[in-house]
């Protein structure tokens, strides 16, 4: 989270807009500086953090000491300060909560307003081995529901957390397995190329150079936030079809892998926020048909994200690590 949140203070160094439906373009050295909120936040969430600068015209400046208050429905829930940037959160919220936040350092203040989604149920997980030329990868369709899609477009998130667990010594005594270490890697890849929803709208470079009519003209942007609309769902009901490259350690005993798949329903600012920021990491500046990217907010007196989202996760494990007492045989 705290990573994501320095991702998004560096956005506004260059680019800011006053709201969705207003924009601003670049900041002007004579303007009023403004306060950034960047807060994307889960609801039940034991890590939440509202990190706080002010706008400038090619660098933000961190915001200490600051007042942060979180309302939720109304009444006030928790003041924070802090003696850097970025302010714990530690209130908890629930699907339709309402939670307003309002931040001020003395002379500057800002505001914004955001509704807890409802959390999508994950119904089933399946896989099937797959092959891409010479690598082998695996295939997971995840089933998930939102009954509230029903009634309106709906918006998410996918995040993938890979938990490799390698072997790093093991010792047996008489047969018998007396110590073992490990140690763990994390990777968050996936490939969403096979699934319609998570590349949507993707333009694919072509790299036929020789051929003009084959070069697209539009630069391609990636899905770096796994971002995805309630559009293609049937009936409340979705299958995402992601691709996890295999990992060499599943032909070894004992090495064994945790795969934690996150969906988290997001507000539509958040879902608009995120599009634009990955429009921003592929921005070039001179380029035909790339002009700057306006990145959108719902802060009021100032700028940036304020929003919260509701988590459904599953965990696949493969593999089986060593245990104490195990035997070689």
Same mark, same amino acid.
């Given at each position: 989270? &705290? ?23 670049? $900041?002007?050295?004579?303007? &009023?500086?403004?306060?950034?909120? !960047? ?8 890590? !939440?953090? /509202?990190?706080?600068? #002010? ?7 961190? /915001? +200490? ?10 009444? %006030? ?8 940037? =970025? ?13 307003? =936040? ?13 509704? $807890? @989604? ?17 690598? *082998? ?9 939102? @009954? ?5 477009? &709906?918006?998410? +998130?996918?995040?993938?957390? +890979?938990?490799?667990? &390698? $072997? *790093? ?5 008489? !047969?018998? %397995?007396?110590?073992?270490?490990y140690s763990t890697d994390i990777d968050n890849k996936y490939s969403y190329y096979s699934d319609i929803a998570l590349s949507e709208g993707m333009s694919k470079k072509s790299k036929d150079y020789e ?28 299958? #995402? *079809?992601?691709?996890?490259?295999e990992w060499w350690g599943h032909d070894v005993k004992g090495d064994a892998e945790d795969i934690h798949f996150k969906i988290r329903s997001i507000p539509e600012s958040e879902y608009y926020y995120l599009?634009? /920021?990955?429009?921003?990491? *592929?921005?070039?500046?001179? /380029?035909? #048909?790339?002009?700057? @990217? ?27 690590? #060593?245990? =104490? ?5």
């Amino acid at each position: 989270m &705290k990573h994501l949140l320095h991702i998004l203070a560096f956005t506004f160094a260059a680019f800011v807009a006053a709201s969705c439906e207003y924009e601003i373009g670049e $900041v002007d050295e004579s303007s &009023k500086h403004q306060l950034i909120i !960047n807060a994307l936040m889960t609801a039940q969430g034991q890590d !939440n953090y /509202v990190e706080l600068h #002010l706008t400038g015209t090619t660098k933000t400046t961190l /915001v +200490r000491n600051a007042q942060v208050k979180i309302f939720i429905n109304g009444s %006030l829930a928790e003041e924070a300060t802090s003696d850097t940037c =970025i302010y714990k959160i530690k209130s908890l919220f629930a699907s339709g909560d309402k939670v307003r =936040i309002e931040a001020s350092d003395g002379q500057h203040s800002a505001s914004a307003e955001t509704t $807890v @989604p409802e959390t999508v149920t994950v119904v089933s997980v399946d896989s099937a081995d797959v092959r891409f030329g010479n690598e *082998n990868y695996t295939r997971y369709f995840i089933k998930i529901k939102d @009954p509230s899609s029903l009634k309106e477009t &709906k918006y998410y +998130r996918l995040s993938v957390v +890979r938990e490799q667990h &390698k $072997v *790093n010594g093991a010792y047996y005594h008489d !047969n018998e %397995l007396y110590y073992v270490s490990y140690s763990t890697d994390i990777d968050n890849k996936y490939s969403y190329y096979s699934d319609i929803a998570l590349s949507e709208g993707m333009s694919k470079k072509s790299k036929d150079y020789e051929n003009m009519d084959a070069i697209e003209l539009v630069e391609e942007v990636k899905n770096v936030f796994g971002l995805f609309r309630s559009s293609y769902f049937s009936n409340g009901e979705y299958t #995402l *079809n992601i691709d996890l490259k295999e990992w060499w350690g599943h032909d070894v005993k004992g090495d064994a892998e945790d795969i934690h798949f996150k969906i988290r329903s997001i507000p539509e600012s958040e879902y608009y926020y995120l599009q634009a /920021v990955s429009v921003f990491q *592929n921005y070039e500046e001179g /380029v035909m #048909l790339t002009p700057a @990217p306006i990145v959108p907010s719902n802060v009021k007196g100032g700028t940036g994200i304020f929003s919260v989202s509701a988590m459904a996760e599953t965990t696949i494990s493969r593999g089986k690590k #060593l245990e =104490i007492g195990d035997k070689i045989w």
